[in-house]
T-cell receptor, first 113, second 110 residues
Framework: EPEVTQTPSHQVTQMGQEVILRCVPI?????FYWYRQILGQKVEFLVS????????KSEIFDDQFSVERPDGSNFTLKIRSTKLEDSAMYFC???????????FGPGTRLTVL | GQNIDQPTEMTATEGAIVQINCTYQ??????LFWYQQHAGEAPTFLSY????GLEEKGRFSSFLSRSKGYSYLLLKELQMKDSASYLC???????????FGGGTRLMVKP
């Protein structure tokens, strides 16, 4: 069964460092998303991406964040200068159509020290 | 703005039926999703409602009333493995953003 994959599963970084979180969405999906979940809190939308551009972003997704689809398979989230409060689980998701199910990847746990 | 409310915790007995409610007030609506999330894992899809009424899928059913801004997830014949958080999420008009509620942590006891 096709699935969304994410690497790494856990990333530890120092405050102020750049991180890149990687995702491989399901191959025939057209819409891509990043969410985050701070420990013990709700899942929060960050950004959606379609047709090689951002289609929606939340207030959390400020200038420190960027997304890219560098080739036909990868979808990345970059945090330019990490802060302590960026520590969270980051989930990538993809879907085929607008009203179809979003499939979530297993997540990357980001720890900022 | 988006406001999605669910009870924080519920407890039920193995073999029983439990109903998890979700109310929402959102500026747009293009459907409501229910997800299950075990601790430390990703959300997994349970159901999607875009029209009023009941959708049944095995032991799980989900109901939607758009006029009342209300949905529920019904779990029948509870099993221990159903202990998890259940997340209600609303899709915006453009269909490009899911807003999640805080989740309901369900504990199933023997």
């Amino acid at each position: 069964e096709p699935e969304v994959t994410q690497t790494p599963s856990h990333q530890v970084t120092q405050m102020g460092q750049e991180v890149i979180l990687r995702c491989v969405p399901i191959s025939n999906h057209l819409y891509f998303y990043w969410y985050r979940q701070i420990l013990g809190q709700k899942v929060e939308f960050l950004v959606s991406f379609y047709n090689n551009e951002i289609s929606e972003k939340s207030e959390i997704f400020d200038d420190q964040f960027s997304v890219e689809r560098p080739d036909g398979s990868n979808f990345t989230l970059k945090i330019r200068s990490t802060k302590l409060e960026d520590s969270a689980m980051y989930f990538c998701a993809s879907r085929w159509g607008l009203q179809s199910e979003q499939f979530f990847g297993p997540g990357t746990r980001l720890t900022v020290l | 703005g988006q406001n999605i409310d669910q009870p924080t915790e519920m407890t039920a007995t193995e073999g029983a039926i439990v109903q998890i409610n979700c109310t929402y007030q959102t500026s747009g609506f293009n459907g409501l999703f229910w997800y299950q999330q075990h601790a430390g894992e990703a959300p997994t899809f349970l159901s999607y409602n875009v029209l009023d009424g009941l959708e049944e899928k095995g032991r799980f059913s989900s109901f939607l009333s758009r006029s009342k801004g209300y949905s529920y997830l019904l779990l029948k014949e509870l099993q221990m493995k159903d202990s998890a958080s259940y997340l209600c999420a609303v899709l915006n008009n453009a269909g490009n953003m899911l807003t999640f509620g805080g989740g309901t942590r369900l504990m199933v006891k023997p």
